[in-house]
């Protein structure tokens, strides 16, 4: 008996996007303005997968760059043309050239097309050691994405015009477990029409009250204060400004290097939020925490200082921690005369009263104050790695503060820099093993094409 063939539209409805590989994704983000492309991603051991939902029928790129921009980016592109799935590993050069890259790290595991959406599901592992290929390490990361209406051709992606963008992500983060009950009520503290000044750095400060509630509400859990065993950090904010590029928290204890507390090696200013730490950490009395940053400031003609303003800098880590001591914050600076000594600076007018103070001899530097004569003399590349190097020698004044009474209390001491007999070494990355002309062993390519065709008898079949 001969049967006409029946197409049947099947799965996704025009405007929905819902399907998958059944696999779970416990990060997600939006990456554009508009709601059209969607990023899931979750860590598997050495490896990471991804999830890219966008409204289009035709191409989605993908990928990670050191600026944010096309020039020297691992890239992948994949849709589903004709029936056919297909991903494909590239890379660009400094000159923004893209080029296939002749060892595939991208593996495909599910890929779907219907008339509005595309969704692609891929692993990688975090360190390929291809030199194309850029490392997920804890550090920020800045994804590059884009899509086209059309997909892909022999001769490769067509140019996606506006569609594409850039976003900051840390895509290591630990998977957030829901403590508390969806149930509770809460309530939102929003800044409503804050008109932006216009100049570089503006310090917003608002006061909320709070609702009025008819019966008591109780902390969930309160811990004592000041246990001399030591506390527990949980997460941190690593913080600097427009010239910071990178930053580590150190942790000392009696001569030995622990583990960092948090790192950041691709700081990104307009990307700042608390680390939650992997394992707890534990600071004990006697320990030391060292904030060490890394700047660029090669397209600045003069000194960059440290101060409030986004074009100063900062060096700095907030920590969270339980249980609670009498401790708010801790800054220091490096011995201020021993810094002038290096610009041949001999005395200073005393006693000191103000800041800044101002210096009495040499006759170049007499009645300037400390930046004045800093900036006065006349610094070379050689010379300012040596003023480097001393300042990481040098003692340091730290001033710490805390509240008693509902009053600040500051106490100032002078510290040496830790005496470092065993460094900390961070494991070496280990090169994934998964190879590019397998399917990635036990995973299997799954394509819904959104199509049936029913026959005299109804089958389907598997890509």
Request: hydrophobic fraction near 35%.
């Amino acid at each position: 008996m001969c049967c006409w063939p029946l197409l049947l539209l099947w799965g996704l409805l025009p405007g929905t996007a819902a399907g998958g590989s059944g696999r779970t994704y416990p990060h997600r983000t939006l990456l554009d303005s508009e709601g059209k492309y969607w990023l899931g991603w979750s860590q598997r051991g050495s490896q990471i997968a991804f999830r890219l939902q966008v409204r289009t029928a035709g191409y989605v790129g993908f990928g990670f760059s050191p600026t944010g921009a096309m020039a020297s980016a691992d890239i992948v592109v994949g849709g589903v043309a004709h029936g056919r799935p297909y991903l494909q590993d590239y890379f660009t050069n400094a000159n923004r050239e893209l080029k296939k890259d002749a060892q595939q790290d991208y593996h495909l595991e599910y890929a779907m097309e219907n008339s509005t959406h595309t969704i692609i599901e891929f692993t990688r592992e975090l360190h390929t050691c291809d030199i194309n290929d850029k490392s997920i390490t804890d550090s920020t990361v800045r994804v590059i994405w884009a899509y086209h209406h059309e997909d892909a051709g022999e001769a490769g992606p067509k140019y996606h015009d506006s569609n594409r963008g850039t976003k900051s992500l840390r895509l290591l983060n630990p998977e957030k477990t829901s403590v508390l009950s969806t149930a509770l009520p809460y309530f939102d503290l929003v800044n409503q029409d804050v008109p932006i000044p216009n100049k570089d750095t503006t310090y917003w400060c608002q006061m909320f009250k709070i609702p009025v509630f008819q019966e008591k509400h109780h902390v969930i859990k309160a811990l004592e204060a000041e246990k001399p065993s030591g506390i527990h950090v949980f997460a941190v904010l690593l913080h600097a400004h427009l010239a910071g590029r990178g930053i580590r928290l150190r942790h000392f204890r009696k001569g030995k290097e622990m583990k960092l507390l948090a790192y950041d090696d691709d700081f990104d200013f307009n990307f700042q939020e608390f680390q939650y730490l992997k394992e707890e950490q534990t600071i004990l009395p006697g320990d030391n925490l060292i904030t060490e940053c890394r700047y660029n400031t090669k397209d600045r003609a003069e000194m960059t200082w440290g101060g409030l303003s986004t074009r100063s800098e900062m060096c700095l880590s907030y920590l969270l921690y339980y249980p609670r001591i009498n401790l708010t914050r801790c800054a220091s600076i490096p011995d201020i005369m021993e810094q002038l000594q290096f610009i041949g600076v001999k005395e200073i007018y005393r006693p000191v009263t103000t800041w800044p103070f101002i210096i009495k001899s040499p006759k170049q530097y007499k009645n300037l104050s400390f930046m004045d004569a800093m900036n006065k003399f006349k610094w070379t590349k050689k010379e300012g790695l040596s003023f480097n190097k001393l300042v990481l020698s040098l003692p340091v004044n730290v001033r710490c503060s805390k509240t008693d009474n509902a009053e600040w209390s500051i106490q100032g001491m002078t510290a040496l820099p830790p005496d470092i007999e065993r460094p900390y070494k961070a494991e070496p990355l280990v090169c994934g093993t998964s190879s590019s002309s397998s399917l990635h062993r036990d995973f299997s390519i799954n394509l819904l094409v959104c199509l049936l065709l029913l026959s005299c008898t109804l089958s389907t079949k598997s890509l």
